[in-house]
């Protein structure tokens, strides 16, 4: 290699590092085509993006942010052009003068290891559902593409899979062509958006259709085997989509709205433009969705679609105009459903655990970059609340339309909300911004002076205020909390500060409770109930076929321990439920394996339908609980601690980072050493490498 070709990869390197974000000033992409295709036995992804750009200065190169990449081809207006890659960014050499229209063409093969995610359920390597995650700057981990989220572009897509799985992305769907025993879906999109919030996902999946009040197409996903889980899921998202468009009022800004369950995602959902992706543990029957309501979650991704997508942050210091704004919007659509009691009740809840955070000193003002998420999220509703309560709602209302339609397909930052608040309202908002932005505190006076503003919150504070009174003088106040019109959030108030007392005449209080029939109440009832006795007995055995899974569980554990013939009780539960998930199924087993009155014969099948229970088939959650139990009884078997295994090469990080502490714990046990040395011949070599560090035999 000569001298000269050194200095000068040298000096593309040095500058390929002062460019990150900073070629705005130079360049414009304004539309994106991606055509790729996803392999049907790997993770590998091969394609070709074509980028419409525009010069705004003259340059001698621009660059392309892209990781992963292990064969790349550049073409400026169909020329092939030099390039340099450092594993990161592309780096494309060529003389571009400003105001230059050119067609940027990357052709690609990339093996994505983080961003895009590959479900192999039954383990036979081949992947049954892909979906990416983006957000922050993690698209072009899969795909070639600016991830500065201040370039927006028009986005379409072309993607070819496996003819056996449908393809979602955002946009509309165009067209589905075959190829050969492939299919192509063709979406496209109108307006421009930024690169985090590109979306695919892959998988065998129906969709049921709906449209909201204004007719933009409403999209709910499924899997064909779980469609009774369809009513109970989306059983709200119309009524939340309509609230939301009317309640923000700007239009709805995308071709259409999809939601999409994904099995083991990372977080709870995320707002991809126009194509919500959420945890399938949403995904849920009816009595799921009382333990696991998917309302918030629904509501948060909706209004990100106008604040976080339509106008977007510029940079990470103004993550509230996202998470805030989402955080309330969700709230007031709750709010909408359940009511002003539930939307005071949380309010001052997200109040509590932000002064409780202020008292710990690890408040952050809400303009840090580096916000906690309860600061960024929480915090920022609580903004949002207090800056409508300073300028009045109809202020409030028309500001958050000025901004939305002033910045629309923009970048935005603090001020430009501000400023437009304190130019429709008159009002000068410094003292604002110092209680509420820029402040490390949390100002809670400020948030209760504000929520004692509603009657039924004088009342909750009045009743939490007995958490330390004694029961005698508490009684009136409990008895009042009881009388109609009653507030469930005051019931469930008082069913909590029932269970420290230890009157008899708290189970008159209790029985009238549960004669409210609410779900929620009997369910802190049970929770709250640590044993049986001759007064509580009756009103909990009522419970039993309540609408909650959470709720059979504990009543069955608490019938189960007081019984002498547990077999009884187990197989009358049984019998009474129709409907049965894992967790209830794995309590149910574990009961029996602990109960006298069965044989060893009929023990077995339970136990071998317990073991099954950590395959990767499962959710992380059912799988985590299933290895639990399984190591409390003393029941691991051969296969169990391949799967145990497995857990800990997994990608979500809760589900490792459990797993490694419960391998490296049974490892140093002479058992579960021998089975995880035989195991470990059955992964390759690279899950080999990663376990032997996970056990500590490596550096
Ligand atoms: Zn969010």
Same mark, same amino acid.
């Given at each position: 290699m000569k001298w000269i070709t050194i200095i000068a990869l040298l000096v593309a390197f040095l500058s390929l590092g002062q460019h990150t974000s900073s070629q705005l000033k130079t360049v414009d992409f304004q539309k994106a085509q991606a055509l790729i295709s996803l392999d049907e036995l790997s993770n590998e992804v091969t394609g070709e993006l074509l980028f419409?750009?525009?010069?705004?200065?003259?340059?001698?190169?621009?660059?392309i942010d892209a990781k992963n990449l292990v064969s790349y081809q550049v073409f400026l207006d169909n020329k092939e052009v030099k390039t340099i890659y450092d594993g990161e960014k592309l780096?494309?050499?060529?003389?571009?003068?400003?105001?230059?229209?050119?067609?940027?063409?990357?052709? !690609?093969?990339?093996?994505?290891?983080?961003?895009m995610y590959h479900i192999d359920e039954n383990n036979d390597r081949i992947w049954d559902q892909v979906w990416t995650q983006g957000q922050g700057k993690y698209t072009s981990n899969w795909l070639p593409c600016i991830d500065d989220m201040n370039d927006k572009m028009i986005w379409s897509f072309h993607i070819t899979a496996p003819k056996s799985k449908r393809v979602i992305a955002n946009g509309k769907l165009t067209k589905v062509q075959p190829d050969a025993d492939q299919m192509i879906w063709s979406y496209n999109m109108e307006q421009p958006m930024s690169s985090y919030l590109v979306a695919l996902v892959a998988g065998d999946y129906q969709v049921k259709k709906d449209t909201s009040a204004s007719g933009v197409p409403l999209e709910y996903y499924y899997y064909p085997k779980e469609e009774k889980k369809v009513a109970p899921t989306y059983q709200h998202s119309k009524e939340i989509f309509d609230f939301l468009e009317a309640e923000i009022g700007v239009a709805y800004p995308w071709q259409n709205y999809k939601q999409v369950p994904v099995k083991d995602f990372l977080y709870s959902g995320m707002e991809n433009t126009g194509m919500t992706i959420f945890n399938d543990a949403f995904f849920t029957d009816e009595l799921g969705a009382n333990d696991r309501s998917y309302v918030n979650v629904n509501a948060h991704e909706l209004a990100?679609?106008?604040?976080?997508?339509?106008?977007?942050?510029?940079?990470?210091?103004?993550?509230?105009?996202?998470?805030?704004?989402?955080? /309330? @919007? =969700?709230?007031?659509?709750?709010?909408?459903? @359940?009511?002003?009691? /539930? !939307?005071?009740?949380?309010?001052?809840? /997200?109040? $509590?655990?932000l002064n409780e955070q202020t008292a710990k000193g690890t408040s952050t003002a809400l303009l840090d970059e580096k916000a906690t998420s309860l600061s960024f999220y929480q915090h920022g509703a609580w903004a949002l609340h207090a800056l409508k309560e300073e300028v009045g709602v109809l202020s409030f209302r028309e500001s958050v339309i000025k901004y939305l339609l002033r910045n629309k397909y923009q970048n935005v930052t603090t001020a430009s909300f501000l400023d437009?608040?304190? $130019?429709?309202? $008159?009002?000068?908002?410094?003292?604002?911004?110092?209680?509420?932005?820029?402040?490390?505190?949390?100002? &809670?006076?400020? =948030?209760?002076?504000?929520?004692?503003?509603?009657?039924?919150?004088?009342?909750?504070?009045?009743?939490?205020?007995?958490?330390?009174?004694?029961?005698? $003088?508490?009684?009136?106040?409990?008895?009042? &909390?009881?009388?109609?019109?009653?507030e469930r959030v005051l019931v469930k108030e008082m069913v909590a500060q029932l269970s420290i007392h230890d009157n008899e005449k708290k189970y008159e209080l209790l029985q009238q409770a549960a004669a409210l029939n609410d779900v929620e109440v009997n369910q802190l009832i049970v929770l709250s109930t640590p044993t049986l006795n001759h007064k509580n007995r009756e009103l909990i055995a009522s419970m039993l076929n309540d609408a909650s899974y959470v709720t059979r569980e504990s009543v069955l554990f608490l019938l189960w321990n007081d019984a002498s013939d547990k077999r009884a009780v187990l197989e009358n539960s049984r019998a009474q439920w129709e409907e049965l998930n894992y967790n209830l199924d794995m309590a149910w087993i574990v009961l029996a394996l602990n109960s006298t009155g069965y044989t060893n014969e009929e023990l077995l099948p339970f136990l071998v339908r317990l073991q099954a229970y950590t395959g990767s088939e499962y959710s992380t959650e059912t799988r985590t609980a299933a290895f639990d139990y399984l190591i409390n009884l003393d029941a691991m078997s051969q296969q169990n601690y391949t799967d145990l295994m497995n857990a800990s090469l997994h990608h979500v990080w809760r589900f490792y980072e459990n797993a490694r502490a419960v391998l490296n714990v049974q490892y140093q046990k002479e058992k579960g050493q021998f089975f995880i040395d035989q195991s470990l011949g059955n992964f390759d070599t690279e899950s080999q490498e990663k376990l032997k560090q996970v056990l500590g035999l490596k550096d």
């Open positions: 419409d750009i525009k010069m705004l200065q003259d340059a001698s190169s621009i660059f780096m494309v050499q060529a003389p571009f003068r400003a105001s230059d229209n050119k067609k940027l063409k990357i052709k !690609f093969t990339s093996y994505p290891s983080k961003a990100h679609q106008w604040f976080g997508n339509l106008v977007t942050e510029t940079e990470a210091k103004h993550h509230w105009l996202h998470e805030g704004f989402a955080s /309330y @919007y =969700a709230l007031l659509a709750e709010k909408h459903l @359940y009511g002003t009691a /539930y !939307f005071q009740a949380q309010l001052f809840e /997200y109040a $509590e655990a437009v608040v304190a $130019e429709v309202s $008159e009002k000068d908002l410094t003292a604002f911004k110092a209680t509420w932005l820029t402040s490390t505190i949390f100002p &809670t006076a400020e =948030a209760l002076r504000i929520l004692r503003k509603q009657p039924v919150m004088e009342q909750y504070l009045q009743l939490s205020a007995r958490r330390i009174s004694t029961f005698e $003088e508490s009684y009136n106040s409990y008895q009042e &909390t009881l009388q109609q019109p009653v």
